[in-house]
């Protein structure tokens, strides 16, 4: 099953520390190890085009759809047997220490 990680923010870490960040270390072992199928960095929320249709009318605005201090900084989408797999790998991200990994299992269409 796969699952999306959204890499996120969180006001309430402790301090980034660099001595900690293994996200090399990280992304060679998952996605070396066949578990990892995408990811990247994403630009800061400032960045961000919020895209709305309402009454048939296009409104395209500049910035995030919510005010929040937390934001999306990265994502990873990861193939793995099941949940307690997926949260495994999550855990040892470095943004588990310095912000917060949300998981949740892609949702096919078809």
Same mark, same amino acid.
């Given at each position: 099953?796969?699952?999306?990680?959204?890499?996120?923010?969180?006001?309430?870490?402790?301090?980034?520390?660099?001595?900690?960040?293994?996200?090399?270390?990280?992304?060679?072992?998952?996605?070396?190890?066949?578990?990892?199928?995408?990811?990247?960095?994403?630009?800061? %929320?400032?960045?961000?085009?919020?895209?709305?249709?309402?009454?048939?009318?296009?409104?395209?605005?500049?910035?995030?759809?919510?005010?929040?201090?937390?934001?999306?900084?990265?994502?990873?989408?990861?193939?793995?047997?099941?949940?307690?797999?997926?949260?495994?790998?999550?855990?040892?991200?470095?943004? %588990?220490?310095?912000?917060?990994?949300?998981?949740?299992?892609?949702?096919?269409?078809?």
């Amino acid at each position: 099953m796969q699952y999306m990680m959204f890499v996120c923010t969180d006001s309430t870490a402790p301090a980034y520390d660099p001595a900690q960040d293994n996200i090399e270390e990280w992304a060679k072992e998952v996605y070396d190890g066949g578990v990892g199928v995408h990811g990247d960095r994403l630009r800061p %929320a400032e960045d961000a085009t919020t895209v709305k249709v309402r009454d048939g009318e296009l409104r395209v605005s500049a910035g995030p759809f919510a005010e929040t201090t937390e934001w999306i900084a990265g994502y990873d989408v990861i193939e793995c047997a099941d949940l307690d797999e997926a949260i495994e790998i999550a855990s040892r991200h470095p943004m %588990a220490k310095f912000g917060q990994i949300e998981i949740r299992p892609a949702w096919p269409l078809g």
